[in-house]
């Protein structure tokens, strides 16, 4: 497990093929072979997206959680003609140098849901498909009182972001339960649940 290092693959070239909302590099690299030899010239293109924050908004008194629902780009595939509004977790990129992952879980909490979170806590931190794309995940258990919240509320920055985002407050097991039919089908918002399922128990009153 984990025999080669950082210090075994080689950058040979580096170019940004592209940048907009998201930076697309070309980048030509050689690395170790299991063999022990190096391996010629490998060629990938890589999105530099950076890294991002997820908040798991848990209330532990009524055993609920807050997910949020937005249209999404990516999920918009004709060959399956699926709804691209998906329910997801709080979550936001983070402004490498100026803010902590933390900071954008409680800022974003509060920007697309309403929330205030009375405690953060980091769950775990995963790479987001790294065979082609530079994102690193932080996600958070944030413990919220869910009476507070509103589903059917509306939030976002609208005319900053085009944010149109709308708020749910579900329990738990719905959550969880949505998670296993597919209904939730997001990377971010998978991990999460599962995380929060695991570990529940461990902040009920």
């Known amino acids: 497990m984990n025999q080669y290092q950082y210090e075994d693959l080689q950058i040979v070239n580096k170019e940004t093929v592209y940048k907009g909302h998201f930076e697309l590099q070309k980048i ?6 299991f063999s022990g030899e190096m391996s010629g010239d490998v060629v990938r293109e890589l999105l530099i997206k950076g890294e ?12 609920n959680v807050v997910l949020v629902e937005q249209v999404r780009i990516g999920a918009y595939d004709s060959s399956q003609k ?6 997801e977790l709080v979550a936001g990129m983070v402004d490498k140098g100026n803010e902590e992952p933390a900071e ?15 405690e953060v806590q980091h769950a775990l ?13 932080h996600l958070f ?5 869910s009476s507070k919240v509103k589903s059917g509320e509306v939030h976002g920055l609208l005319e900053e972001e085009n944010e149109d985002i709308l708020v749910h407050v579900v329990s ?13 089908d997001n990377v971010i918002a998978v991990i999460g649940l599962q995380w929060l399922q695991l570990n529940y128990n461990k902040f009920k009153p």
């Open 28 to 33: 030509t690299f050689r690395h170790k072979l």
């Open 52 to 63: 991002a924050a997820a908040l798991i908004a848990y209330d532990p008194k009524l055993d």
């Open 82 to 87: 699926k709804s691209p509004w998906l329910l």
């Open 104 to 118: 954008v879980a409680i800022r974003e909490a509060k920007e697309e849901a309403g929330l205030e979170v009375s």
């Open 125 to 137: 931190s995963v790479w987001d498909s790294p065979g082609g794309q530079l994102e690193r995940l």
């Open 141 to 145: 258990l944030g413990l919220i009182d």
């Open 172 to 184: 738990r097991e719905q959550a969880y339960q949505w998670v296993e039919e597919g209904k939730i």
